[in-house]
């Protein structure tokens, strides 16, 4: 009624992280009817989220290809939540507790008071299981989550290669990039990778008097995989046919290698100075093999969950710490808690991670 006074707040609605399923939950939010339910219930709905924009994982292939700018692949949580009336709070969840009559609280990682839900809702997606990809030597690699320091390392990756001299990579000493992972995650990016660092010689080449190789023959790109076959969760006709793309494509592919992690390569001449090695498992088929020598290494394995799911809730986790829900997403023994995502296993439904492989 005109002139009314809004209806008080009683519920609270805590959607922790800004994944895909909660980035549609906040444009829904916005629009009748559940605009109008929410309000007239006095439901108050609160986002949390470690980082203000979201990307979508599907347009990263294009983005590390150049067909997308950073821009273009990620939403504005912040702009979303304005739109809906939703509450934004920038940071990152640590832990929760549940209520022995439901509900309970968020606790973050930055100090301020606890956060109290009614009803919870995590979508915090995952990142590539990278326990043993570090070397001795801190040697790191380049995951593919979480994509914000991805798409920053990317960028080094080709800004390192657009400075280099023309003349310093040849077709016996190539740009070496290795992707770990045969899923579809990593050809997506071992497909992307190799358009956009042959378009960078290209460019250069095409400015410079002292072009003798091609692009073709000075970038080699090797995808790393501990199966025996490229999209083991795909049927042998895909599979075919990305084997036939990879052939014409001149991309190595290595079954049967196992990384565990990642090396400096003691050089034995010039042409392999500072460049790193694949360490493979001792049970890979591939250990009897040449070493996988590279410049530069995009890690996309099977997912790993946050630590903090399984240490730091009451909530029934898979021995990867993964959140175990029901066909309806509920979390299992703690009705109104609920989980969306690679974060989350559906027990009777189990479905493969974004991304995994």
């Known amino acids: 009624m005109k002139g009314s006074s809004p209806t008080p707040l009683i519920s ?29 219930n006095g439901i108050q709905i609160t986002l949390i989220s470690s ?27 912040r702009r979303l939540c304005s739109f809906s009336g939703i509450r934004f709070i920038h940071a990152s969840a640590a832990g929760i ?32 299981h990278m326990q043993n990809a570090k070397s001795g030597t801190d040697v790191t690699v380049t995951p593919v989550k979480p994509i ?7 960028k080094s990756i080709c800004h390192r290669l657009q400075n280099t001299q023309l003349e310093t990579y040849t077709p016996e000493r190539p740009f070496t990039l290795v992707v770990v992972g045969g899923g579809a995650g990593g050809i997506e990016l071992a497909l992307s990778a190799q358009y956009a660092l042959k378009n960078i010689l290209i460019s250069k080449a095409s400015s410079s008097s002292q072009q003798q190789y091609s692009a073709d023959d000075c970038i080699k790109i090797i995808l790393a995989t501990r199966g ?10 895909v599979r075919r046919i990305f084997s036939r793309i ?19 390569h003691d050089p034995i001449d010039l042409s392999s100075s500072q460049r790193k090695t694949l360490r493979l498992s001792p049970e890979s088929s591939q250990e009897s093999q040449p070493p996988i020598y590279f410049d530069e290494c995009l890690w996309c394995t099977s997912a790993g969950a946050a630590s903090w799911l399984s240490n730091d809730t009451p909530f029934a986790t898979t021995e990867d710490g993964f959140l175990q829900v ?32």
């Not at 914000?148 to 990317?154: D, G, P, T």
């Not at 023994?333 to 974060?343: Q, S």
């Open 12 to 40: 609270d609605i805590v959607l922790v992280g800004g994944g895909h399923a909660h980035v549609h939950i906040l444009k829904m939010v916005g629009m009748p009817p559940l605009k109008n339910i929410l309000e007239e």
């Open 51 to 77: 980082t203000v924009l979201t990307p979508y994982s599907g347009m990263l292939p294009g983005l590390v290809a150049g067909h997308y700018t950073e821009d273009e692949i990620h939403l504005d949580l």
């Open 97 to 128: 507790t549940y209520n022995d009559g439901g509900g309970g609280w968020v606790k973050c990682s930055d100090g301020r008071p606890d956060m109290r839900y009614d009803a919870l809702s995590i979508d915090i997606g995952s990142s590539p």
């Open 148 to 154: 914000s320091k991805f798409s920053e390392r990317w």
């Open 228 to 237: 025996e076959h490229l999209l083991p969760s795909h049927n042998e006709g």
């Open 246 to 264: 990879f052939k014409e494509r001149n991309i190595e592919i290595r079954y049967g290698a196992e990384a565990i992690g990642v090396d400096y």
């Open 326 to 357: 029901n066909e309806t997403y509920e979390l299992c023994n703690h009705p109104g808690v609920f989980a969306a995502g690679d974060c989350c296993h559906v027990i009777d439904n189990p479905r493969p991670k974004g991304k995994s492989v």
